[in-house]
């Protein structure tokens, strides 16, 4: 029974009376608190005197709607009232422009000990070895927060239970550690952390990672479990060539969104390949050489699944490809056994319109006439060869 359906019962029955001021979990979100603004601190705090001794399993407290430094003062009351021993879940919300420090004493005595999920936005959070011991968390996800990478590394210690760690705009990380005792840590997200300069993960089992922002220095460790990359960044792509076979040879499924590469650029020679490779999904937001990125399929001989898709406009191969066929390039001659899906889009510049297959919304023709010429002849009986135009129909060719 959700707490909303427990409250009403507790109107029509006395015998329910009590039963909602023993839900096990307390979500106050938006919408709720919003609600109670001119009246918020009596109604809570007539919620927390009811449930006096009676533990909160989840507890979440959405204040982002309060920008008066007062309202702040309730929520640290609120907060030690009800994270005890048996707590699992908390989740704390503040507005942006309010300098809130999350009380981090809450979380000591034991009172941290059981919570599993701790999800923390637009607030300071300053830990210290003395004060937080969390051996129960799983997942932390850190959102606008105030830390330093010296106070994470005084609350990994303290969590060698960790699973996902997620840090999204913290903003005052220069260099995130990550120790090897985490061995239990497996999914590990950095995004717009705007001055990190350095990520070094030690965990021995991650197997997924996503960062986006700007290049920096990344140490996977030993990363031979790591098999999901996703990378955001500029100027990714041949640092992806040259750096991901070797630093994660075992990598199943990568994911890359360029938004800024240096056209034209010679590729150097890289005799290390992605062996196990199944999954490639490529994404560029500016002009480049697109048929230089075959030397992903020379590279990838277990590839499954091919996406490409082009953001922006085309690069200087495209009118060629339709006026001098010795311009093409050849693979090797390598068949890729395997592959069993392969998408090639390009949006246009009004985001509402379809992807189209390699062309100008306004060229749908020349795109016909470059698969007809080149492609269509390629393909084995057994494949549908299909290609979406700009009027959001489907050709197909058979």
């Given at each position: 029974m959700t707490l909303r359906d427990a409250a009403r019962a507790a109107c029509l029955s006395h015998a329910f009376l009590r039963s909602w001021r023993c839900h096990p979990n307390l979500i106050f979100d938006h919408g709720i608190l919003c609600q109670l603004?001119?009246?918020?601190?009596?109604?809570?705090?007539?919620?927390?005197?009811?449930?006096s001794g009676i533990g909160v399993k989840t507890l979440k407290l959405d204040f982002s709607c309060y920008h008066e430094p007062k309202a702040y003062s309730y929520l640290h009351r609120?907060?030690?009232?009800a994270v005890t021993p048996g707590t699992e879940k908390l989740v704390v919300l503040s507005a942006s422009d309010v300098a809130f420090n999350f009380p981090c004493s809450i979380l000591s005595d034991g009172n941290g000990s059981t919570i599993q999920h701790l999800h923390l936005v637009d607030c300071g959070f300053h830990p210290t070895v003395s004060v937080v011991c969390m051996r129960s968390l799983t997942v932390l996800h850190l959102d606008h927060v105030g830390i330093t990478g010296d106070e994470?590394?005084?609350?990994?210690?303290?969590?060698?239970?960790?699973?996902q760690l997620k840090l999204r705009r913290c903003s005052k990380i220069t260099c995130l550690k990550i120790p090897s005792e985490m061995q239990r840590l497996s999914y590990l997200q950095v995004s717009v952390c705007h001055k990190l300069r350095m990520i070094k993960n030690e965990a021995p089992n991650s197997c997924s990672f996503d960062f986006l922002g700007d290049r920096i220095e990344i140490s996977l460790g030993d990363s031979l479990r790591l098999k999901k990359l996703d990378v955001l960044c500029n100027n990714v792509l041949r640092y992806a060539r040259e750096e991901f076979p070797s630093s994660a040879p075992n990598l199943e499924n990568l994911s890359i969104f360029s938004r800024h590469?240096?056209?034209?650029?010679?590729?150097?020679?890289?005799?290390?390949?992605?062996?196990?490779?199944?999954y490639l999904s490529i994404s560029i937001a500016v002009a480049y050489d697109y048929l230089?990125?075959?030397?992903?399929?020379?590279?990838?001989?277990?590839?499954?699944?091919?996406?490409?898709?082009?953001?922006?406009?085309l690069g200087p191969t495209d009118k060629l490809l339709l006026e001098d066929r010795s311009q093409l390039r050849q693979m090797s001659g390598y068949c890729h056994h395997k592959l069993q899906t392969v998408k090639i889009s390009r949006c246009s510049g009004d985001r509402s319109t379809r992807c189209s297959c390699l062309v100008r919304p306004w060229e749908d023709d020349e795109a016909v006439l470059v698969i007809e010429k080149y492609i269509k002849g390629k393909v084995p009986s057994t494949v549908k060869l299909m290609l979406w135009s700009h009027a959001a129909s489907v050709m197909p060719f058979y």
């Open positions: 603004r001119h009246d918020l601190a009596s109604t809570v705090n007539h919620i927390f005197e009811n449930r609120w907060l030690r009232i994470l590394g005084c609350l990994f210690s303290g969590c060698v239970a960790l699973e590469e240096v056209a034209n650029t010679a590729m150097a020679f890289v005799p290390s390949k992605f062996l196990h490779l199944k230089s990125l075959v030397y992903f399929l020379d590279a990838a001989p277990s590839l499954e699944t091919f996406k490409l898709c082009v953001l922006t406009g």
